[in-house]
T-cell receptor
Framework: NAGVTQTPKFQVLKTGQSMTLQCAQDMNHNSMYWYRQDPGMGLRLIYYSASEGTTDKGEVPNGYNVSRLNKREFSLRLESAAPSQTSVYFC????????????FGPGTRLTVL | AQSVAQPEDQVNVAEGNPLTVKCTYSVSGNPYLFWYVQYPNRGLQFLLK??????LVKGSYGFEAEFNKSQTSFHLKKPSALVSDSALYFC?????????????FGKGNQVVVIP
């Protein structure tokens, strides 16, 4: 049982390049989330998927797109990376109820030059 | 909208002394409250949560938190800190009346336990 896995662990991009961050969970969770973590700002929600086939914007969605490929996988795409997107990105998953706990992956550290 | 405040950037405590990490919240309805811990270069790990019932919640690694509705607080506590407790701690809140599962996180508190 690996929990939530993310690839890659590290990535360096040049401004304007695109990339996709991958996330998968093996806990049969319904809901999945993408956050970014910046120093002094805590975690901010980018997009989430309450269930397979649905996605919704979070607090900071601009410059990102997501795909809920199936129940296990939820990817985050940067179409044209900008230095402001330099951050640590975390994927999380949860069962999907109001009282449930979110479980986090190890993160992807992204630098945009 | 729901929000969380963690007023201190860093908490320094001597090993063996009590540890307290402060959190206050703002919601329009009743809150669900969570504490997470992040060790260096790792993802967030769940510590404990308050949903309803007893205001004192016990969690992992000897941590506990007390829900205080009148003060809108949910402070994290540990009676005797260990050097291994040095980490970044996040408080988070979900507003029941929002009708979604979104969590609002605080900015985090760095805890440094001094040997």
């Amino acid at each position: 049982n690996a929990g939530v896995t993310q690839t890659p662990k590290f990535q360096v991009l040049k401004t304007g390049q695109s990339m996709t961050l991958q996330c998968a969970q093996d806990m049969n969770h319904n809901s999945m989330y993408w956050y970014r973590q910046d120093p002094g700002m805590g975690l901010r929600l980018i997009y989430y998927s309450a269930s397979e086939g649905t996605t919704d914007k979070g607090e900071v969605p601009n410059g990102y797109n997501v795909s809920r490929l199936n129940k296990r996988e939820f990817s985050l795409r940067l179409e044209s990376a900008a230095p402001s997107q330099t951050s640590v990105y975390f994927c999380a998953s949860s069962v999907g109820g109001a009282t449930d706990t979110q479980y986090f992956g190890p993160g992807t550290r992204l630098t945009v030059l | 909208a729901q929000s969380v405040a963690q007023p201190e950037d860093q908490v320094n405590v001597a090993e063996g002394n009590p540890l307290t990490v402060k959190c206050t919240y703002s919601v329009s309805g009743n809150p669900y409250l969570f504490w997470y811990v992040q060790y260096p270069n790792r993802g967030l790990q769940f510590l404990l949560k308050y949903i309803t019932g007893d205001n004192l919640v016990k969690g992992s690694y000897g941590f506990e938190a007390e829900f205080n509705k009148s003060q809108t607080s949910f402070h994290l506590k540990k009676p005797s800190a260990l050097v291994s407790d040095s980490a970044l701690y996040f408080c988070a809140v979900r507003d029941i009346q929002q009708g979604n599962n979104r969590l609002a996180f605080g900015k985090g508190n760095q805890v440094v336990v001094i040997p």
